[in-house]
DNA sequence: GTGGTCTAGACCACA
DNA sequence: GTGGTCTAGACCACA
């Protein structure tokens, strides 16, 4: 699965934060289902030629998400919970909910903000959009 | 006008960043107008509990986006700009739609953005929010 | 005279210098002779809506550089020379060479400044030119 | 490359500043090529006998004008932009039409400051130069 | 007084 | 180790 996985190392985002975002991802996509197997912590870090330390932060803090877990000395699994995915987007759904009420509080308005989803979800956006993710 | 400020000092944001954004906002409002004096960088450290240099950070960084402008010997003013608030509520649209394209991106459909949007603009938001405002 | 001279209070650019460069500027016209009387530094402080220590700075600079010279208890007076304008003239000579020399050894081509130069003296520069000017 | 950079710590001109034209004149020459590695912070500011914030500034305004780029626990590069020495070289272009509208304001006549263009490149000058090279 | 630069050094997140 | 933030405080030019 690592193969799947492609990491910008020039990116101002921390590492272990798109690995998150990129994990998370493939749970959303299907690729990775409740049960299955992540690759083991060194073997992962040599893979993605990435410091182990990322990818166990990285591990670290979906476990405390809830999102994955890990099992000493057998490894680590994706959570078998069935609403792992409507999780996930919750997630999401509340950094939009963050930025728009910054953006209410600086006087813009409702309609400019759906006019915003609206370019967004009819694929104008030339923002590069990246940035952040998950937590 | 520093009575109008509260930083957090605890925060992981940084606190230079804090305070930019606390007087973009103040300019959104119309607190602080086009020509408006800022108070003395080492006075109003001294009000925030803050040190100099920390001030320092926030207005040049401020003034290098054209949001203030810095005389030495005379003090730091709010531009003479009368795009100046249209230029900043931009930003903040643009923050929204990083975060939707983000949400999009995880699957998230474009009626739950847009109830998440309605749900802000009703004031039912128990988010945090304050986070964020600036580049 | 006082009245010829506009300073910018909010540019950048140090108020005494602006006050070198038009008092240079009026002498390059020859609206100011050799022989002239300068106003007196607290009189034209006031008039220009200045710190006489501003007025003060400027004038002694000036005197440095033997544009104008002081008599204690009478006042301050254009420098009898009568090449007091070929001098000016010089100083700004000396700053182009500088520049030009910043730029070569940036590998800027001689055609390259050359073409600058043209269209600086067929008036297509639409940088806004101001900054420095004497010292 | 540290070796490369001699610092005039006594000059009135700002070590950061001088340290960023050091820098910007390295890319100019070809000694630094995009996704070079620029010295970490704290072991650059040794060997230049220099405050780490210092450097600290100097790399955080070349990473704003798009010069380098810095990632958290990896280190500081060279911007990968195969325009960056055209853009330093229309910095300094910038620099000499500035001085050249001073000097033609003053009366420098066209020829006086194409014969100054060739005692320059003609290698006959006496001028300090040094000074001033990026923003 | 007002902003700008700089030192000395601590502490933090990330790799 | 690497960059980023912050404090404490000095010194400078300018007004």
Excluded: C, W
Excluded at 67 to 81: A, D, E, F, H, M
């Amino acid at each position: 699965m690592d193969t799947l996985i492609k990491l910008d190392l020039l990116s101002r985002r921390p590492i272990y934060e798109q690995l998150k975002s990129k994990i998370s991802e493939l749970v959303l996509l299907g690729e990775l289902k409740p049960g299955d197997a992540l690759p083991a912590v060194r073997s992962f870090a040599r893979d993605l030629g990435v410091n182990p330390n990322t990818v166990q932060k990285a591990y670290q803090e979906l476990e405390r998400e809830n999102i994955i877990y890990s099992v000493v000395g057998r490894g680590t699994y994706i959570s078998r919970s069935d609403k792992l995915a409507d999780q996930l987007r919750e997630q999401q759904v509340q950094r939009v909910k963050s930025a728009v009420l910054l953006a209410k509080n600086s006087s813009v308005t409702k309609e400019r903000i759906i006019s915003a989803v609206d370019e967004v979800f009819s694929g104008k956006n030339h923002a590069e959009g990246e940035s952040q993710a998950d937590d």
